[in-house]
């Protein structure tokens, strides 16, 4: 499976937004990564809809739309979801995952489920058949800038062998949370395919963005 590089887009020079999102359209990037937070799954706010419709004026690059947030199947709706765009919504986050994931296929995008760190991979053997990703945070959510929980390496592992143990080799393992250079060759090597990169990465203050993912792309391929 190609390996793909998805910008955390919370992590973007918001004063020049046109000029990072035509770096990452030259870096050839997957996705847009878009952390949706609404205060209650995390205690945090941060991208909404109307920031959205700005970099969809800007950019053709398929979104990848992360909803953190409290009962994702009440606020589908909210987003501008498009067919081509991942959407992944928490395992954590709603009582009735299939249906939202059902919901999700219907507005043509890619389905994926979102798993915190200390949540099991088997919480979601049930919905194998309907995902096209799963999310592997390899940080608790909810703030950029924190450190990998090292525990998560191996949860990737896990999940790869599982998924070829019981024939779901097509689903990627996407990964989000302190994605280093250093880190993200230790995510590929467990089984990663989608990589999420933020500030320990392509966003480094003060970095080269095209650069930095240039050397991103090398090591994760």
Same mark, same amino acid.
């Given at each position: 499976?190609?390996?793909?590089?998805?910008?955390?887009?919370?992590?973007?020079?918001?004063? /020049?937004?046109?000029?990072?999102?035509?770096?990452?359209?030259?870096?050839?990037?997957? !996705?847009? /990564?878009?952390?949706?937070?609404?205060?209650?799954?995390? &205690?945090?706010?941060?991208?909404? %809809?109307?920031?959205?419709? =700005? =970099?969809? *004026?800007?950019?053709? +690059? &398929?979104?990848?739309?992360?909803?953190?947030?409290?009962?994702?199947?009440?606020?589908?709706?909210?987003?501008?979801?498009?067919?081509?765009?991942?959407?992944?919504? /928490?395992?954590?986050?709603?009582? $009735?995952?299939?249906?939202?994931?059902?919901?999700?296929?219907?507005?043509?995008?890619? =389905?994926?489920?979102?798993?915190? %760190?200390?949540?099991?991979? $088997?919480?979601?053997?049930?919905?194998?058949?309907?995902?096209?990703? +799963?999310?592997?945070?390899?940080? $608790? %959510? #909810?703030?950029? #800038?924190?450190?990998?929980? &090292? *525990?998560? +390496?191996?949860?990737? #592992?896990?999940?790869?062998? !599982?998924?070829?143990? /019981?024939? !779901?080799?097509?689903?990627?393992?996407?990964?989000? #949370? $302190?994605?280093?250079?250093?880190?993200?060759?230790?995510?590929?090597?467990?089984?990663?395919?989608?990589? =999420?990169?933020?500030?320990?990465?392509?966003?480094? %203050?003060?970095?080269? +963005? !095209?650069?930095?993912?240039?050397?991103?792309?090398?090591?994760?391929?």
């Amino acid at each position: 499976m190609k390996s793909m590089i998805s910008p955390s887009m919370m992590c973007v020079d918001f004063k /020049h937004l046109e000029d990072n999102v035509k770096l990452l359209t030259q870096l050839e990037v997957e !996705y847009l /990564h878009f952390d949706i937070m609404d205060g209650e799954f995390v &205690p945090n706010y941060t991208l909404g %809809p109307d920031f959205m419709r =700005v =970099v969809r *004026s800007i950019s053709d +690059i &398929p979104f990848d739309i992360h909803l953190m947030v409290q009962r994702p199947e009440d606020k589908l709706s909210y987003f501008d979801i498009r067919p081509g765009d991942l959407v992944c919504v /928490h395992q954590e986050s709603t009582v $009735n995952l299939q249906r939202v994931l059902q919901r999700i296929r219907d507005l043509g995008a890619k =389905v994926g489920v979102a798993l915190n %760190p200390a949540t099991s991979i $088997n919480s979601i053997e049930d919905v194998l058949d309907d995902v096209d990703v +799963i999310l592997i945070m390899t940080v $608790n %959510p #909810g703030y950029t #800038g924190q450190k990998l929980i &090292p *525990s998560t +390496i191996g949860k990737i #592992g896990r999940l790869r062998e !599982y998924l070829h143990v /019981h024939g !779901y080799d097509r689903i990627a393992i996407e990964v989000d #949370g $302190n994605v280093s250079f250093e880190n993200a060759a230790l995510m590929k090597a467990a089984g990663a395919d989608i990589f =999420v990169a933020g500030t320990s990465s392509l966003f480094i %203050p003060g970095s080269d +963005i !095209y650069a930095a993912g240039q050397k991103l792309r090398e090591i994760i391929t």
